[in-house]
């Protein structure tokens, strides 16, 4: 199998790359009515796969599971899942002839072997559903002509997805039809009588492409969401821990940490963030980002430049084949790191508090979400995407920090994501060595040691206008806005 | 390692305590003296779940002093019931993994707890829950749940028993057994009971505290004002007068009641007057290898309204949640409601526009940030929280709601900062507000004081009078009986499991 968007023209690559876009409420008008009384098999019943079809269900629609024959005669966690909650359940060869959309709910890495078995059994003009573009886009998965290729991918966890839908919302949710498989036109409508099956037309949808959401969630993941977060988390604990802070308070300084500034983040995005620190702490935390950016960018330029000519995809694929041997070996290296191993203190920290002893961590936001965001428009991936998949996503994987550290991200996870993070992550840390010299625990672990807050009129002003024009901020604004519209009116 | 022969007394020294910042009791003088047990009364609202936690060491003493807290302390609470089944759901790893997890069985919330295992075991057998013990602790109904408090807090050697309306949920069988149990230790250990009701009080109670709502000046250069309550007098139980008095106070007048009108601008479809609004036949519901529900036969005919019975875990709330569609075995069943086949294509939106319900299970559900008048909303929808653009008729409607409770100075107060009494009678509102042609009250009662009982029965009865609206009332409290309904179905315990 060849890379699929190396076999492009560049025209096309660059067309595919700039969709992006956040849908309005009208063009969910018809509905689930393009799937009423199509058959639809899931397979996969972990947490997507089970929640989205309790949600497709009580839409209206008709859900079964396909399972391996083990996973049934072994009376497996997915066949539980699927039999206690009422579904049909079979073996591919029972249930997939008689599907007409088949939902693809694996993960990743087992995509190329489910689809093998899967495509010869389906019936003619089916439709195959996706909800990650790896396979089609990295592999090069080459899909028969007749079959309808969609991908429907909501942006949370599955849990997520069932209690919003329960609630009488939904969850963020992208789509796409993968053009090279629509052969009756038929793609968009039924991706959105998905979405709207899983209540995530009531939360907003974003139409984009398979090429534009992989090159983006790889770049994304690798970099600012997990990369980044995991090489502050490693450098800022072992810096204060050098610097005589309580190892249980610096250990919950960064834990609860990322999920409170970039909770900032979330409602008023990069400019937000920083405005939480006092004049003279924003100053700082603006010129070490700046500091930071130019130090990172080769890295980040790599990385995009790595993920856009196969070559990320290609030598993970090659640990793949090898039992993940690399992958295995990282994920032990991580959970030995000091700041994995030191459990986080009993004592109380305000919320302002994280921002103020964690100047440091605020820059390492700011400078990882600019430089994912500059280095993939500048790949030509549409600022919409880049949006989400530097910015927006960066508090959702603040979060599993906050729950059980670096283990529980890189858990939560893909495969795929976890990968590239680690390759982030080794590349990152020696790369700040000479950076992290210069650090004291005024910008990490105890604020800055200031007589008083004044500062400079001008330089304020030149930093404040800084922040503000980013690109990131004009179509973050937008798009927060959009999805404002849509929230939970509280 | 006797207790009664440790336990000091308890005093209170114009003592205020904060809760977070959402609550004060302000300037309480009390003291229990060895060889007292208190109960603990008074309206919605006023403090009574946050006096009893105080004595369990929560929240913040601001002034005064308290003395003589004994360390170990047995407390069983719908609070604290909620906080645990809360950490139970937020133990679920499943998103980790991308495997549903199982969750805490009983055994082990039972057993790992537990200091008096000789104890445990023997509750566990009384209580009935032996069949129990390898199910998950969120599974378990409500009932089974609080039994599950119950023996955590009984057997773990407590110098002091707090139980804050234990008696709220628990058939007639449990009910007694407890009873008979906290008799027969009253002893050895002190007890303080929050209750609402006033008939259910035990004959060893020697003492009753009283608490009011207290309305404190907002804190200088703090916009928040907080709620408050304070100690308003003592009873002693021998003195009868005074405690007939303190009866009366928790009584209501509910005679000029009135119930909002539904919104004009919200129509339903029509239902077909020929066919009943609900048609199980041969419902099932089985766990694994545990049968709940078996092979249960049942028709709700328009304008019959229905009282629904059985003691804890005979699958009451299942057969509810088969109606309203929010159990997935209801496709895997033969059930027609409101004109619809189950699994033949339609939505759950659809059901349940005919439905308003509320239940113990929702309250636990409705953990979203917005505002009383909001969840009365919310009503429209059958949503939790709102999500759509209410109109200024379904302002107006829900303003009157709140009025008719009460709380009309709280209509842009955040719902989770109210007590646990409160937010049930806004999810009353909520169920009723649409006026639906299906009502269904699941222990609707639970965590009321007498008066604002009083006016949800009164409710009631006025609904079903209405003539629009057939109700479904679940309530193991005999006493709370609506006139209007004459039909009863009870469910027995399946034994085999």
Redesign the interface.
Known sequence: MANYFNTLTLREQLEQLAKCRFMYSSEFDEGVEALKGKKMVVIGCGAQGLNQGLNLRDSGLDVAYALRPDAIEQKRQSWKNATENGFTVGTYEELIPTADVVLNLTPDKQHTSVVNAVMPLMKEGACLSYSHGFNIVEEGMKIRDDLTVIMVAPKCPGSEVRAEYVRGFGVPTLIAVHEANDPKGEGLALAKAYAVGTGGHKAGVLMSSFIAEVKSDLMGEQTILCGMLQTGSILCFDKMIEEGIDPGYASKLIQYGWENITEALKYGGVTNMLDRLSNPAKIKAFDLAEELKEIMRPLYNKHQDDIMSGHFSHTMMEDWANDDVNLHKWRDETAETNFEKTPAGDMAISEQEYFDNGILMVAMVKAGVELAFETMTAAGIIAESAYYESLHETPLIANTIARKKLYEMNATISDTAEYGCYLYNHACVPLLADFMKGIKSDVIGKGLDVDDNGVDNARLIDVNEALRAHPVEAVGAVLRGHMADMKKIV | MEPSTRLAKIAFNSATISFDDRFTLSEVDWTIEPGQHWVITGANGAGKSALAAALAGVGKLETGSIDGLPARVGLVSFEAQAELIAAELKK?D???????SLGTPVREMIFDYCSDAELAGELVEKFGLTPLLERAFRKLSTGETRKVMLIRALANEPALLILDEPFDGLDVDTLAMLQAHLAAIVERVPMVLVLNRFDEMPDFITHVAYLDKDRPEPVKGSKKRSEGGRLAFTVDRQDEAAYNELYQLLHLKTSDLRVPDADPASQLPALDPSQPLVKLTQATIR??DALIVDRLDWTIERGQHWQLSGPNGSGKTCVLSLIT??H?????NDIFVFGFQRGS??????IKQFIGYVSTALQW?YR????CR?VVI?GF??????????TDQQKRIADQWLALLGMSARADQPFNKLSYGDQRLLLIARAMVKHPPLLILDEPCLGLDDMNRQLVLALIEKICEGGETTVLYVNHHTEDRIKEIDNHLTLEKLSAL
Not at chain 2, 328 to 332: G, K, N, S, V
Not at chain 2, 368 to 371: A, D, E, L
Request: charged content about 20%; hydrophobic content about 30%; aromatic content about 12%.
């Open positions: 679920d499943a998103d980790i993994m991308d495997v549903v766990y694994g569609g929010d997935p075995q209801c496709y895997t294509g339609e939505s759950i939106w659809q559900e979203v940030s917005t505002s909001n919310s929808y059958d949503s939790i929280g709102v999500y759509n653009k209410a």
